[in-house]
C-alpha cells in the first residue's frame, strides 16, 4: 500500500514562509500524483495542490496560486510544498496523499495512500 509522512510544520508570522515535505514508502512514485491538502477543524478536508510527474501537470486551488509552489526531488522520494507570504486562513493541518489519478481539480477524488498531516500555524 505505501506509507507517506509529513514534516517542516509549525508556527510562523503572518507574512512568512514554510517548506513542507512528503516522503514517500513501499510505492511507486513516478506513476502516483502526490496531493497536498489541508484541513481546519470543523471544515472539510480542502485539496490546495497536486504534481503529477506521470501526466507532467501541476495544480493549484486559487487561494495559494502565486504563493505556494509544489516540487519533487525523484532521489529522494520526496514532495515538498512552499509556502510564501502566509496569511493566518492558511492555518490548519496539511496532509500529503497519493493516488493514480491525474493531476487537476478534481485529484483529490483518487487519493488512496495518506500521511498523518503536520501542524502550521500562522500568527498575526
Known amino acids: 500500500q505505501g506509507e507517506l509522512v509529513e514534516s517542516g510544520g509549525g508556527l510562523v508570522q503572518s507574512g512568512g514562509s514554510l517548506r513542507l515535505s512528503c516522503t514517500s514508502s513501499?510505492?511507486?512514485?513516478?506513476?502516483?500524483?502526490i496531493g497536498w491538502f489541508r484541513q481546519v477543524p470543523g471544515n472539510e478536508r480542502e485539496g490546495i495542490s497536486c504534481?503529477?510527474?506521470?501526466?507532467?501537470?501541476?495544480y493549484y486551488v486559487d487561494s495559494v496560486k502565486g504563493r505556494f509552489t509544489i516540487d519533487r526531488d525523484g532521489a529522494k522520494n520526496t514532495w515538498y510544498l512552499q509556502m510564501n507570504d502566509l496569511k493566518r486562513e492558511d492555518t490548519a493541518v496539511y496532509y500529503c496523499?497519493?493516488?493514480?489519478?491525474?493531476?487537476?481539480?478534481?485529484?483529490?477524488?483518487?487519493?488512496?495512500?495518506w500521511g498523518k498531516g503536520t501542524q502550521v500555524t500562522v500568527s498575526s
Open positions: 513501499g510505492f511507486t512514485p513516478d506513476i502516483h500524483t
Open positions: 504534481f503529477s510527474n506521470r501526466y507532467g501537470r501541476t
Open positions: 496523499a497519493a493516488g493514480l489519478t491525474d493531476c487537476n481539480r478534481w485529484y483529490s477524488y483518487g487519493m488512496t495512500v
